[in-house]
């Protein structure tokens, strides 16, 4: 076995089925943005079931969380299951890598100066949605494992915080703070210093998955 096989091996953790076709499906959307295919998957099911393919989003309903797997057909048309996300036992993904490494994972680590440059970046749109100016900045002195992890988070950070402030409410709520501080720890933390900074430490690649979902009800629990 290779070093790098081996690495892999050793970052990945369990999940339950929800989190995990969550973070599948963000994966999924990543690849395909780059032209690469989403990760193959079989569900498991209750009923002794297996449902095959890609998985394409997981959606809330009143029922329970609903995945969409894209099982066969041309993406113009496109053979769809719509699993019960409660009624799966267990997950088999094809190539594990996908939950390790980003979809761009041949690319460099970002720089400090670069992540600093995204979320500047990013701050600037969220301030548009707000009406205000809500610094976004950079917990200290990230390594590169860090910086790999806040290059794939970033986007997912960012999208959850304007879905946040495009609603009323949460317009009001992150009105109150002052910064948004992103850093890394052993699993999704996020807790509230004075004066009204935001603290959010995202996993490691190869961690807990982090999904919009997930983040997006830690936030608002604390707001």
Not at 19 to 36: F, I, M, P, T, V
Not at 57 to 65: H, I, Y
Not at 148 to 175: C, F, M, N, Q, Y
């Amino acid at each position: 076995m290779s070093a790098r096989g081996a690495e892999v091996l050793d970052q990945l953790v369990g999940a339950g089925p929800r989190a995990l076709l969550e973070a599948l499906a963000e994966r999924g959307s990543a690849a395909a943005k780059a032209a690469r295919a989403r990760p193959d998957v079989e569900c498991y099911l209750a009923g002794g079931q297996i449902v095959r393919g890609k998985v394409l989003s997981v959606a809330p309903e009143r029922t329970g969380p609903i995945a969409v797997l894209h099982i066969g057909g041309p993406p113009s048309a496109p053979s769809v299951a719509y699993v019960c996300v409660e009624q799966v036992v267990a997950v088999v993904v094809a190539d594990a890598s996908v939950l390790v490494r980003a979809a761009h994972a041949d690319a460099p680590t970002p720089s400090r100066l670069e992540l600093v440059r995204q979320l500047e970046a990013r701050a600037g749109h969220l301030a548009g949605s707000l009406g205000r100016a809500l610094p976004l900045t950079l917990a200290p002195n990230p390594d590169d494992d860090a910086r790999r992890a806040l290059g794939e988070a970033l986007p997912t950070v960012a999208s959850v915080l304007g879905a946040i402030a495009a609603d009323e409410l949460g317009k009001g709520a992150l009105g109150t703070l002052s910064a948004v501080e992103l850093g890394v720890g052993p699993a999704l933390e996020l807790w509230l210093e004075d004066p009204r900074r935001l603290v959010v430490r995202v996993p490691l690649l190869g961690g807990e998955p982090l999904t919009a979902r997930g983040l997006r009800e830690a936030i608002e629990r604390l707001l």
